[in-house]
């Protein structure tokens, strides 16, 4: 039965294509997940910035920072406190604490730029170039001299044993079992994913977010405090990029090296971007950017028979590598389903502006 | 015009304070225990090996070459009211098409393979540079996100290129042959290239261009204010494009001065960060081509001399970084210089800059 639709002239290509999918997605479904979970988890950051109106391109350099300062305060405290875990998945004291040290790092990151863009009115674009070069200097720097004295890493978070049972149900088991199969902040990715989704649409904090990106005057005019509100996001924007950085470091791999995020918080805006800047959209599209690269690989390994293989097969690896960012450009310039970003994305608010002009009407 | 330089040179000054302040507290790391006079250890070698010889002026002026050049390919961009963060991929596609022309023309002489090579390199920046421009005026695609994109999407294609149709036949990585006929000559030193003097002629070539021309009295006029530009009858949309091409066009140049002077090939896996450092080096000079220069040779005397500041004082090259982001910091918050030292010099804000970002949330294309 199968065979007949694969014998249709081209469709049948697609078919197969697709019954290909099916056949190396479960397989392959684990490595995806966790290459998207940092990029997601930046997307996060840059949502929490973009919404409120504060343009954010310094998530990379939020998340090295944060991969950096995990990783040492992690191993430094594994000297110290040399300890057993002391919880599941692996969670001992030092792992945890270099995790708190990576949320708090990119929140004084984050800081920083909130300083930069909400009270100097600097140009947004500028303060993120700033946090990208200073973060590769900073952390390039401290690495050269901590790696003379060769510290032990202190190991990584495990992923939690999910109930067998999920993986039993049929169909989509494979997929719970992979999403659920993580570390914690695997997890906690999946938890933030759906609480802020439902916190952007169905609060008041998300409506006033949404207010203050879309337009910040309104929002004024409603006695909303859009510098504080714009403060405060782009600061919690920060957790996200540490736990995207410390997720390189602490529970995806278990050391660092320099510019290792080798452009993920690129990828990151371009998933916010492709994801139309919601919290489940910009997970969506990470999950779709690593899927590219994870069928890229499996297409290495076992390609499909016939025609099909040979076409995956001839198609150079970097295509693949190069597709995430290229889609984004063709979304972004409205050739199929355009994406537009908050209205008040990169202005930087002024009252006294909006007080004179009050003046000036009244 | 010394007006115009005192913000800068005090937060160049500062600069170098955080940085002193950095390598003091490091110490420990670097000497075993706490020391003072690292910094100036540092600094000292900094210096010397920037520009205490003729080897070291002339490895100066090698490392500015690029940055001046990507460094007025930022500053154009600026003056229209674009952010062109492409320098790095506009780099890369210029080095790539240099590097394959240069390849390829090893039977010529050098008088036809050079130019040939040059104007590849010329020629691949100028239409990596108008993607951007052109979805901008077209599309309303902001060249920010656009050009960020472009730039991994060029590390992709000479990922793929030079690993496969271009790859060497007898190289240890993946890389191209050798450029050899088209390879820039070297006039002074050891590695003192002629590439050194496009970046000098350029400089007044492009402020010619943007003050004493009608195009660059149209960029500037877009950059300031574009209603006005286009009630007074000109193009916006056909300066943002233009103006993107050239900008990728300097950017482009820069690249095959760098592969064709300097790598003398192309890896498939070509680290650089030029591109990023333009953005601190137009940002430094005001974008005036004036200063991009004397921004350009800072940086490029601060990267000239990192490596004997690594073997002499033990500090990591990475310390230039960390140095330039300081700098910029201080340039962009201001009101810290301006506070700790009393100054009411001209403010370092480009103003054509602030229309930049402000265009980033509307998604509308150029009227």
Same mark, same amino acid.
């Given at each position: 039965?199968?065979?007949?639709?694969?014998?249709?002239?081209?469709?049948?290509?697609?078919?197969?294509?697709?019954?290909?999918?099916?056949?190396?997605?479960?397989?392959?479904?684990?490595?995806?997940?966790?290459?998207?979970?940092?990029?997601?988890?930046?997307?996060?950051?840059?949502?929490?910035?973009?919404?409120?109106?504060?343009?954010?391109?310094?998530?990379?350099?939020?998340?090295?920072?944060?991969?950096?300062?995990?990783?040492?305060?992690?191993?430094?405290?594994?000297?110290?406190?040399?300890?057993?875990?002391?919880?599941?998945?692996?969670?001992?004291?030092?792992?945890?604490?270099?995790?708190?040290?990576?949320?708090?790092?990119?929140?004084?990151?984050?800081?920083?730029?909130?300083?930069?863009?909400?009270?100097?009115?600097?140009?947004?674009?500028?303060?993120?170039?700033?946090?990208?070069?200073?973060?590769?200097?900073?952390?390039?720097?401290?690495?050269?001299?901590?790696?003379?004295?060769?510290?032990?890493?202190?190991?990584?978070?495990?992923?939690?044993?999910?109930?067998?049972?999920?993986?039993?149900?049929?169909?989509?088991?494979?997929?719970?079992?992979?999403?659920?199969?993580?570390?914690?902040?695997?997890?906690?990715?999946?938890?933030?994913?759906?609480?802020?989704?439902?916190?952007?649409?169905?609060?008041?904090?998300?409506?006033?977010?949404?207010?203050?990106?879309?337009?910040?005057?309104?929002?004024?005019?409603?006695?909303?405090?859009?510098?504080?509100?714009?403060?405060?996001?782009?600061?919690?924007?920060?957790?996200?990029?540490?736990?995207?950085?410390?997720?390189?470091?602490?529970?995806?791999?278990?050391?660092?090296?320099?510019?290792?995020?080798?452009?993920?918080?690129?990828?990151?805006?371009?998933?916010?971007?492709?994801?139309?800047?919601?919290?489940?959209?910009?997970?969506?599209?990470?999950?779709?950017?690593?899927?590219?690269?994870?069928?890229?690989?499996?297409?290495?390994?076992?390609?499909?028979?016939?025609?099909?293989?040979?076409?995956?097969?001839?198609?150079?690896?970097?295509?693949?590598?190069?597709?995430?960012?290229?889609?984004?450009?063709?979304?972004?310039?409205?050739?199929?389903?355009?994406?537009?970003?908050?209205?008040?994305?990169?202005?930087?608010?002024?009252?006294?502006?909006?007080?004179?002009?009050?003046?000036?009407?009244? | 015009?010394?007006?115009?330089?005192?913000?800068?040179?005090?937060?160049?000054?500062?600069?170098?304070?955080?940085?002193?302040?950095?390598?003091?507290?490091?110490?420990?790391?670097?000497?075993?225990?706490?020391?003072?006079?690292?910094?100036?250890?540092?600094?000292?070698?900094?210096?010397?090996?920037?520009?205490?010889?003729?080897?070291?002026?002339?490895?100066?002026?090698?490392?500015?070459?690029?940055?001046?050049?990507?460094?007025?390919?930022?500053?154009?961009?600026?003056?229209?009211?674009?952010?062109?963060?492409?320098?790095?991929?506009?780099?890369?596609?210029?080095?790539?098409?240099?590097?394959?022309?240069?390849?390829?023309?090893?039977?010529?002489?050098?008088?036809?393979?050079?130019?040939?090579?040059?104007?590849?390199?010329?020629?691949?920046?100028?239409?990596?540079?108008?993607?951007?421009?052109?979805?901008?005026?077209?599309?309303?695609?902001?060249?920010?996100?656009?050009?960020?994109?472009?730039?991994?999407?060029?590390?992709?294609?000479?990922?793929?290129?030079?690993?496969?149709?271009?790859?060497?036949?007898?190289?240890?990585?993946?890389?191209?042959?050798?450029?050899?006929?088209?390879?820039?000559?070297?006039?002074?030193?050891?590695?003192?290239?002629?590439?050194?003097?496009?970046?000098?002629?350029?400089?007044?070539?492009?402020?010619?261009?943007?003050?004493?021309?009608?195009?660059?009295?149209?960029?500037?006029?877009?950059?300031?204010?574009?209603?006005?530009?286009?009630?007074?009858?000109?193009?916006?949309? @056909? /300066?943002?494009?233009?103006?993107? *091409?050239? #900008? %990728? +066009?300097?950017?482009?140049? =820069? &690249?095959?001065? !760098?592969?064709?002077?300097?790598?003398?090939?192309?890896?498939?896996?070509?680290?650089?960060?030029?591109?990023?450092?333009?953005?601190?080096?137009?940002?430094?000079?005001?974008?005036?081509?004036?200063?991009?220069?004397?921004?350009? @040779? /800072?940086?490029?005397?601060?990267? *000239?001399? #990192? %490596? +004997?500041?690594?073997?002499? =004082? &033990?500090?990591? !090259?990475?310390?230039?970084?960390?140095?330039?982001?300081?700098?910029?910091?201080?340039?962009?918050?201001?009101?810290?210089?301006?506070?700790?030292?009393?100054?009411?010099?001209?403010?370092?804000?480009?103003?054509?800059?602030?229309?930049?970002?402000?265009?980033?949330?509307?998604?509308?294309?150029?009227?």
């Amino acid at each position: 039965m199968i065979e007949l639709l694969y014998d249709i002239p081209i469709l049948g290509f697609l078919f197969q294509f697709v019954g290909y999918l099916i056949e190396v997605l479960p397989i392959i479904a684990p490595t995806i997940i966790g290459a998207a979970t940092p990029i997601a988890l930046g997307a996060m950051c840059g949502f929490m910035n973009e919404r409120s109106g504060v343009v954010n391109i310094g998530i990379e350099g939020m998340m090295l920072t944060a991969a950096f300062v995990a990783w040492w305060v992690a191993s430094l405290t594994a000297q110290v406190l040399p300890g057993d875990p002391i919880g599941p998945m692996g969670m001992s004291p030092a792992l945890l604490v270099g995790l708190v040290a990576a949320i708090a790092a990119a929140m004084l990151v984050s800081l920083v730029h909130a300083w930069l863009s909400i009270t100097v009115r600097a140009d947004q674009i500028i303060s993120g170039v700033i946090i990208n070069i200073f973060a590769v200097g900073i952390t390039g720097y401290l690495n050269l001299l901590i790696s003379r004295s060769a510290p032990p890493s202190a190991g990584q978070f495990r992923a939690w044993d999910a109930p067998a049972f999920l993986a039993d149900i049929p169909v989509v088991g494979w997929l719970f079992d992979a999403l659920l199969s993580q570390g914690p902040i695997g997890l906690s990715l999946l938890v933030a994913v759906i609480v802020m989704q439902v916190l952007l649409f169905r609060s008041r904090w998300g409506l006033r977010t949404r207010a203050v990106g879309e337009h910040p005057e309104a929002a004024e005019t409603v006695g909303i405090d859009v510098i504080a509100l714009r403060y405060r996001n782009v600061i919690l924007g920060g957790v996200f990029a540490g736990l995207a950085g410390a997720y390189l470091t602490i529970e995806f791999g278990n050391s660092f090296q320099g510019e290792m995020t080798n452009g993920r918080g690129f990828i990151a805006l371009a998933a916010l971007i492709f994801g139309r800047w919601t919290p489940l959209g910009s997970f969506g599209a990470a999950l779709l950017f690593t899927a590219s690269e994870g069928i890229q690989r499996a297409v290495r390994f076992g390609p499909p028979e016939g025609a099909l293989g040979d076409f995956l097969s001839s198609v150079p690896s970097q295509f693949y590598s190069a597709l995430p960012y290229l889609i984004t450009i063709i979304i972004l310039a409205g050739v199929v389903g355009r994406s537009i970003a908050p209205a008040a994305d990169g202005r930087p608010y002024s009252r006294e502006k909006r007080e004179k002009r009050a003046k000036a009407s009244a | 015009m010394v007006r115009l330089g005192i913000l800068p040179a005090m937060a160049i000054l500062l600069a170098l304070v955080v940085g002193a302040l950095v390598m003091i507290a490091s110490s420990p790391l670097v000497r075993g225990s706490l020391d003072l006079g690292l910094p100036l250890t540092a600094y000292g070698a900094l210096l010397s090996g920037s520009f205490g010889s003729v080897d070291a002026i002339i490895n100066t002026l090698v490392q500015a070459t690029p940055l001046i050049l990507a460094g007025l390919a930022v500053g154009i961009g600026f003056k229209a009211g674009l952010f062109n963060i492409g320098a790095q991929g506009q780099f890369l596609m210029g080095g790539l098409a240099a590097a394959a022309v240069g390849v390829a023309t090893a039977g010529l002489p050098p008088i036809a393979a050079i130019p040939l090579a040059l104007l590849a390199g010329v020629a691949a920046g100028f239409a990596y540079g108008f993607i951007p421009g052109f979805l901008k005026a077209f599309t309303g695609a902001h060249e920010v996100v656009t050009t960020i994109m472009l730039n991994y999407v060029a590390i992709q294609i000479i990922a793929y290129v030079v690993s496969g149709p271009l790859r060497g036949e007898n190289v240890s990585f993946a890389r191209t042959e050798t450029i050899t006929s088209a390879a820039l000559p070297v006039l002074a030193g050891r590695n003192g290239h002629i590439g050194i003097a496009f970046a000098l002629v350029a400089v007044p070539i492009i402020a010619w261009l943007l003050f004493r021309s009608t195009l660059g009295f149209e960029i500037r006029t877009v950059g300031a204010n574009p209603e006005a530009a286009r009630y007074a009858g000109m193009r916006p949309r @056909l /300066l943002t494009i233009l103006t993107m *091409a050239i #900008s %990728g +066009l300097l950017a482009g140049l =820069a &690249g095959a001065t !760098v592969i064709l002077g300097t790598v003398g090939h192309i890896p498939a896996a070509y680290a650089t960060g030029v591109g990023f450092d333009a953005i601190a080096v137009a940002l430094l000079g005001r974008s005036h081509p004036v200063g991009i220069l004397f921004a350009g @040779l /800072l940086f490029g005397a601060m990267r *000239a001399g #990192s %490596g +004997l500041m690594q073997i002499q =004082a &033990g500090i990591p !090259v990475q310390m230039v970084n960390v140095l330039q982001a300081v700098i910029l910091f201080f340039l962009t918050a201001e009101l810290i210089v301006r506070y700790l030292f009393r100054v009411r010099a001209e403010s370092a804000e480009i103003s054509e800059l602030k229309t930049i970002t402000s265009s980033y949330g509307t998604g509308q294309a150029v009227k």
